[in-house]
């Protein structure tokens, strides 16, 4: 029997009809109640700006130049002028890198599509990558790590234009504040964020409980560190012509001292076509001990930078110590931090390299206390608009500390500093801070960050994070909170406790199931996304606009990442990869897809790591003494693009292997001080991520390849490792680069080109 033949045009819909209804469609979505609202709230907002959006607008159109349009023109993106007035691109001209122009943001034009267009207001995604997203991670990753929107999308055209030409080292003339946080915002910010603090009765309120008494260098001895590198013996210079220098605890020495000779003979040789050789601004300073963490006041457009440094006391015996383990259990002690003053050179440009020698820097007060050792110091980063009276000729106003103590508290200090301390008296006892915020039940705080000017995050050893205010109770009744006090270590307070400010958390959060390690926000652009890591080797992000559903975690790491650090250029976070020995990006609108932009290869791990707050690079502190700093933009948006890295300094320390007497003993008999070595000047190299494991060499002599999927650890000593490192929030100073090591140095230098 035949069979019947039939047309294939039965089996296809009518491209009119098909169109018809698509058309018919869009006009339905194009009229959506929901679209035409959120429409409303943003012209809502942009009047709530009008008084900034004027000055911007009107800033904007007086700094019109050709760079931004050739910007532009690269990356398909109308990129607005910079508004500030030193902006300008660098697309176009000559790079460190023998680059004439910056391809990162080209995408290769392809065939159009049949499919109608739709509106990006009315697309609906379920969080899965469409095939336009996904055909990019090979060839460019803007929009991977942007979206579609194009306000993201002119950001990052923005500091890719700015930054993506420094390989390593930032230029001077670069620095300046994130995109994504303009004048007009950090203005508002300013004035609006403090208005609880000076208008609300919020500076008083401090005032009345913070309590600070003056301590005697006798009384003082017991907070004060008590390690065996109270004095360091040095080595510093040219590689192959350094000299020994000693340095007491709390002893300094400018960096230009070891150079004088390479310097003055340099610049002995110098002509007009080759100008004299800048000298270094940078110092060295004995913390006396093993230092735990530090940071960078924001103090912006202020000629002098301070730095908290909380250093290890080391004064319980083995027979004091608790039996119960420090990281889960409340360790009270006689402690103290450092607070120390640098001024910054004088220059006649920006741009200019200053040859005048650095001013010698000041400690100004050393914080004693009975809380045990500080585990982390937080400065409140967001902008401040100091009044008139917040100074003096006498003192100085530097903001507000936040730290998490071994006794398991966290505490803010609304710290006030003399400008010169002619009587030589520095040390201070703090009986009670300007607020103290207790952990929750059986457990103790960890870690802890910045939301606001007026909100902290504290993370907990049980995996719990709380969210508290920091406004007095008596200036702003809404900042009490209908928790019940049970759910935390709280007692009833005393007659002689009244004054003390113990907030309740607002929110709590079983965010982890084990040890908080870190957290960090991602302000500016996003202050309610939330990075953390845990003990268990996971990294996190979660919305705190809706926390238990809106969280995703990255895989399990067989070593627990140290950090995970918001990009402010790259819309994306940073967190070390220990098991691939890398640095990895992870962007926010897909998390968990880790792609590797340095490389840690024979360095022991990484141990601290920051990204510059005013400029693209990333700073990296290995546990072998080296710091490494690379401009991560450029291998995260295109992945063809090479990692250029740069080993800034390399510190070693060995021990003594003969006792004071002259003879041969053992390793507990042999005298305790050592000696360090600072090296640099070292070449940059391109990363080794492109490489397989297999093909990775070890830096050792004599050594051949690594075999597939092999892993080799190299033990170095403790005191050799980096413990902690910061960059400079303030654009005056963004290039400023603070790295402290465990036998307690701590050198700052200005490494801006």
């Known amino acids: 029997m035949a069979s019947t033949r039939k047309s294939g045009r039965q089996h296809v819909p009518s491209r009119k009809l098909k169109d018809e209804s698509i058309n018919t469609l869009n006009e339905i979505l194009s009229s959506d109640s929901e679209i035409e609202a959120l429409v409303d709230q943003e012209i809502a907002a942009a009047d709530e700006y009008d008084e900034f959006s004027v000055q911007a607008a009107a800033q904007a159109s007086s700094d019109d130049d050709d760079s931004s349009i050739s910007a532009a023109a690269s990356s398909g993106i109308a990129t607005p002028v910079e508004d500030d007035d030193d902006a300008h691109s660098d697309i176009g001209r000559g790079s460190d890198v023998g680059e004439d122009r910056l391809p990162f943001l080209r995408v290769r034009k392809s065939k159009p599509k049949k499919a109608p267009a739709i509106e990006a207001e009315a697309k609906r995604s379920r969080g899965l990558l469409g095939t336009q997203i996904r055909s990019y991670t090979r060839r460019n990753k803007s929009e ?19 930054w993506a030409n420094d390989p390593t080292l930032p230029r001077r003339a670069n620095l300046r504040h994130p995109f994504t946080h303009p004048d007009s915002r950090r203005k508002w910010e300013a004035r609006k964020g403090w208005e609880w603090y000076y208008d609300s009765g919020g500076k008083a309120a401090f005032a009345e409980r913070q309590r600070l008494t003056p301590l005697s ?17 040095v080595l510093l210079g040219p590689y192959g012509r350094q000299t020994p220098f000693t340095l007491s605890a709390n002893d300094t020495i400018d960096m230009d001292h070891a150079w004088t000779e390479v310097t003055a003979m340099e610049n002995a040789s110098h002509t007009e076509d080759r100008p004299p050789k800048r000298r270094k601004h940078g110092w060295l300073l004995n913390a006396g001990s093993k230092v735990r963490c530090l940071d960078w006041a924001t103090k912006e457009g202020s000629t002098r930078q301070y730095l908290a440094i909380g250093t290890k006391q080391n004064s319980l015996s083995r027979e004091e110590a608790k039996k119960e383990a420090p990281s889960f259990a409340s360790s009270p002690a006689p402690s103290s931090i450092q607070l120390w003053s640098f001024v910054s050179p004088q220059r006649p440009t920006p741009t200019a390299d200053s040859t005048e020698p650095a001013r010698p820097l000041r400690l100004v007060h050393i914080l004693c206390t009975d809380w045990g050792d500080a585990k982390q110091v937080r400065w409140c ?18 903001g507000l500390l936040a730290s998490v103590w071994d006794d398991g508290s966290t505490r803010v200090l609304d710290l006030i500093v003399p400008r010169d301390n002619n009587d030589g008296n520095v040390h201070l006892k703090i009986d009670s801070a300007a607020c103290t915020i207790r952990p929750l039940q059986y457990s103790i705080c960890t870690c802890m960050c910045w939301l606001s000017a007026t909100d902290i995050a504290v993370g ?9 205010s920091i406004i007095p109770p008596s200036t702003s009744p809404s900042s009490t909170s209908s928790f019940p006090s049970a759910q935390t270590n709280y007692t009833p307070p005393t007659s002689s406790q009244t004054h003390q400010h113990h907030p309740h958390p607002r929110l709590i959060i079983p965010l982890h199931q084990s040890y908080i390690l870190s957290l960090n926000s991602c302000y ?7 990075t953390s890591t845990t003990i268990a080797g996971t990294a996190r992000l ?11 975690s990255t895989r399990r790491s067989n070593i627990a990442p140290v950090d995970c650090i918001y990009h402010h250029g790259l819309f994306a976070c940073f967190v070390p990869d220990d098991s691939h020995e890398t640095i990895g990006a992870m962007a926010l609108r ?23 707050k005013c400029h693209a690079a990333l700073a990296v502190g290995c546990a072998d003494g080296g710091v490494v700093v690379s401009n991560p933009m450029r291998r995260a948006i295109k992945h063809r693009e090479p990692c250029i890295q740069l080993l800034l300094w390399k510190h070693e320390w060995v021990r003594r292997r003969k006792s004071q007497n002259g003879s041969d003993e053992s390793s507990e008999q042999m005298e305790p001080r050592g000696m360090s070595r600072i090296t640099e000047s070292y070449k940059a190299r391109k990363s080794e991520i492109d490489q397989r494991p297999g093909e990775r060499k070890l830096n050792i002599e004599g050594s051949r390849n690594r075999g597939r999927g092999s892993m080799v650890s190299t033990t170095f000593e403790e005191e050799s490792g980096v413990t902690a490192l910061a960059w400079n929030p303030n654009v005056s100073c963004g290039g400023w680069l603070a790295v402290a090591w465990a036998t307690g140095l701590v050198r700052v230098e200005d490494v801006a080109i």
Not at 387 to 398: F, G, I, M
Request: glycine share 6%; aromatic share 6%; net charge negative.
């Open 217 to 233: 260098e006798g009384e003082a001895v017991k907070y004060l560190p008590r390690s065996s590198h109270h004095k360091q013996d």
């Open 460 to 468: 907990h050893s049980n995996g719990f994070l709380a969210l508290y």
């Open 590 to 612: 897909c998390w968990g897809s880790l792609s590797a932009t340095m490389d840690t290869v024979d360095t022991g791990g990484t141990r601290a790591m920051d990204v510059g």
């Open 542 to 552: 979660t919305d705190l606009r809706s926390p238990h559903t809106a969280s995703i």
């Open 381 to 398: 980063p967001m902008p401040r608009k100091f009044q008139e009276n917040d100074a003096s000729q006498e003192h100085e106003v530097v």
């Open 144 to 162: 991977l790590l942007c979206g579609p929107d194009p306000k993201d999308r002119e950001a990052l055209t923005r500091a890719a234009d700015r």
């Open 524 to 530: 500016p652009p996003f202050p309610y996304l939330l």
